[in-house]
C-alpha cells in the first residue's frame, strides 16, 4: 500500500537558517503530493502541492520539488522564521485511494530568535 | 483559498453524554469529507470516509455505532461521538475534498478538542 515517510524530528533552527525536510514516498500509479502545515492547537493548511512529475510547489518562502525518479518530495526554505515554528506533514494522494490521503508522520519545527 | 470550518472548537462533556461536531466546507461543495482523530504529538489517525447521500465507511478498528457520521447536504457533515467516555478524549479534525476538472485536494477544518470527564 501506499506509504510516507518523513525525516525524524524535532529540528531546532535559528532564525534565517536553511531548512530541508525529507520526504520519500512509496505509491502505485500517479499521486499528487502535499505538504501541510499544523500550528499549535490548530488543523493543518494547506501549504503546498504537486500533482505530477517535476512539479514544483510553492508558497510563503516554501518549496518542494515531485521528484519521481527518487520518490521524493522534499521541503526547503531558504531563511525560516520563528513564525515558521509548527509541525509539516507530507501526504500523498494515490490514484487508487478514492480520496483518501496517507500523511507522513510529521516533523516538529522550532525556530528560535 | 478554501475554508472549512468546524464546530464547537472545543467542548468539555461528561461520561455517557453524545457530543456532536460539524464540518462544513464554506466556499465549495464536496461530496466527500473525511474524519481523523489526532493523539498529542502524533499524526492524523483517519476515523471515516462520509459521503454525501450515502453511508460512511469506517476505517478498520474504528466502532460505527460509537462514532456516527451523517453527510446530508453537499456543505456539511456532522460527528456524534455518543456514550462518551475518557478515552474518548482528542483532537478531532475533518477535512472536505475539493474534487474539480483541475483540481482534488482536502482542506482542513480548524479542529475540536473533546475533553470527557
Known amino acids: 500500500g501506499d506509504s510516507v515517510t518523513q525525516m525524524e524530528g524535532p529540528v531546532t533552527l535559528s532564525e534565517e537558517a536553511f531548512l530541508t525536510i525529507n520526504c520519500t514516498y512509496t505509491?502505485?500509479?500517479?499521486?499528487?503530493l502535499f505538504w501541510y502545515v499544523q500550528y499549535p492547537g490548530e488543523g493543518l493548511q494547506l501549504l503546498l502541492k504537486a500533482t505530477k512529475a517535476d512539479d514544483k510547489g510553492s508558497n510563503k518562502g516554501f518549496e518542494a520539488t515531485y521528484r519521481k525518479e527518487t520518490t521524493s518530495f522534499h521541503l526547503e526554505k531558504g531563511s525560516v522564521q520563528v513564525s515558521d515554528s509548527a509541525v509539516y506533514f507530507c501526504?500523498?494522494?494515490?490514484?487508487?485511494?478514492?480520496?483518501?490521503?496517507?500523511f507522513g508522520q510529521g516533523t516538529i519545527l522550532t525556530v528560535h530568535p | 483559498g478554501a475554508v472549512v470550518s468546524q464546530h464547537p472548537s472545543r467542548v468539555i462533556c461528561k461520561s455517557g453524554t453524545s457530543v456532536k461536531i460539524e464540518c462544513r466546507s464554506l466556499d465549495f461543495q464536496a461530496t466527500t469529507m473525511f474524519w481523523y482523530r489526532q493523539f498529542p504529538k502524533k499524526s492524523l489517525m483517519l476515523m471515516a470516509t462520509?459521503?454525501?447521500?450515502?453511508?460512511?465507511?469506517?476505517e478498520q478498528g474504528v466502532e460505527k455505532d460509537k462514532f456516527l457520521i451523517n453527510h446530508a447536504s453537499l456543505t456539511l457533515s456532522t460527528l456524534t461521538v455518543t456514550s462518551a467516555h475518557p478515552e474518548d478524549s482528542s483532537f478531532y479534525i475533518c477535512s472536505a475534498r475539493d474534487r474539480g476538472r483541475y483540481t482534488d485536494t482536502q482542506y482542513f477544518g480548524p479542529g475540536t478538542r473533546l475533553t470527557v470527564l
Open positions: 505509491a502505485t500509479g500517479y499521486p499528487s
Open positions: 462520509s459521503n454525501e447521500g450515502s453511508k460512511a465507511t469506517y
Open positions: 501526504a500523498l494522494h494515490g490514484g487508487t485511494s478514492y480520496g483518501k490521503l496517507t
